[in-house]
């Protein structure tokens, strides 16, 4: 039996149709959803689903920014927007540069009081596809989780980057820990250093808990 059309004038009608009709669309998954991370980046961590949280921590000098910066630069080298929340403004352009950082789609937010860190993350959120964000010290739970929330709602990825003394006090699809690694160049004590390569331990949350282990490129 064929259906019969809507009146032309019936915007109830209307609407609920719209409604029903986004509720049937196919669900998009995850990995189609992704960024990709090329090399070995991409072999510890996979894709960067839209949506996720990837919290990086490690000592100084052990190449956290530098992870950071690889992130971007794959954001960037697929044609998104990246930003960062540089809370003590040492972020260097010409590092980022130096990492693959597509310097016109990246926006830095530097010397942010740390009581303003989230809502200046908050407002990146709303505009870019990754950000990466300085945790300050006694960063507030609460404020954290309305982060994860707003991220997972409007489909960025958000990267915690968490130095010494901080901590990330929510939920996180991905734990990287860069744990630094040797310095090449030095022979016999002597010699120039060359760019070491980040260890990183990785370890996600639910059924990706399995912690992996991996070496990237310097």
Not at 5 to 19: G, I, N, Q, T, V
Not at 43 to 56: E, K, P
Not at 92 to 100: I, Q, R, T, Y
Not at 138 to 155: Q, Y
Request: aromatic share 2%.
């Amino acid at each position: 039996m064929a259906l019969a059309a809507l009146p032309a004038r019936d915007p109830a009608s209307r609407a609920r149709l719209a409604e029903v009709a986004e509720r049937a669309r196919p669900v998009v998954l995850a990995r189609d959803r992704a960024l990709v991370l090329p090399g070995p980046l991409g072999d510890v961590l996979g894709g960067l689903v839209r949506g996720s949280v990837v919290a990086l921590d490690g000592p100084p000098g052990a190449g956290v920014t530098s992870v950071a910066l690889a992130l971007c630069a794959a954001a960037t080298a697929a044609g998104e927007w990246a930003a960062a929340v540089d809370l003590d403004g040492t972020l260097s352009g010409e590092a980022a540069a130096a990492a693959g950082v597509t310097l016109e789609r990246f926006a830095v937010v530097r010397r942010v009081p740390p009581a303003r860190w989230a809502t200046a993350t908050a407002v990146l959120l709303d505009g870019v596809s990754l950000v990466v964000a300085d945790v300050p010290p006694r960063a507030r739970p609460d404020e954290a989780r309305r982060l994860v929330a707003r991220a997972r709602e409007r489909g960025v990825v958000l990267v915690p980057l968490v130095g010494p003394g901080a901590r990330w006090p929510a939920t996180a699809t991905q734990r990287v820990h860069v744990e630094g690694g040797s310095w090449p160049g030095l022979g016999s004590g002597h010699g120039l250093l060359t760019p070491r390569a980040p260890q990183v331990r990785v370890v996600g949350q639910g059924a990706a808990a399995r912690e992996r282990l991996g070496v990237l490129a310097s």
